[in-house]
């Protein structure tokens, strides 16, 4: 079994930062890409960013700038800072990884953060 826990989120003034962790834990070879995606009330759940294996990054157009993504794959974690934080982006935000395990290649999802920024 390979088991996603995440930390980080809580409630933050706009302007302010965070800093979101993921880590997976379980029968893991190799974790392909990870990513981190959220949703807002009311709204689909949309891709915020990702990470290969081998760095390469991608972001939401509306993160652009204030968001990064990174990982760290001596602990099989992946992380999300995010800096200048608005009220829209007020969200839960999870993380994904596909992952090569003891019983195969797999998608998990992590159980989600609630990330909250006021006005």
């Known amino acids: 079994q ?29 974790i392909d890409t990870m990513g981190w995606y959220r949703q ?16 390469s990054t991608n972001y939401a157009h509306s993160v652009k700038g204030r968001f990064t993504i990174s990982r760290d794959n001596a602990k099989n974690t ?3 800072q995010m800096n200048s934080l608005k009220p829209e982006d007020t969200a839960v935000y999870c993380c994904k990884i596909n992952v090569l395990s003891g019983i ?3 998608e998990r999802w992590g159980q989600g953060t609630l990330v909250t920024v006021s006005s």
């Open 104 to 106: 195969g290649y797999l």
């Open 2 to 30: 390979v088991q996603l826990v995440e930390s980080g989120g809580g409630l933050v003034q706009a302007g302010g930062s965070l800093r979101l962790s993921c880590a997976a834990s379980g029968s893991i070879f190799t």
């Open 40 to 55: 807002a009330p009311g709204n689909q759940r949309e891709l915020v960013a990702d990470i290969t294996i081998d760095g």
């Open 78 to 80: 992946v992380y999300l």
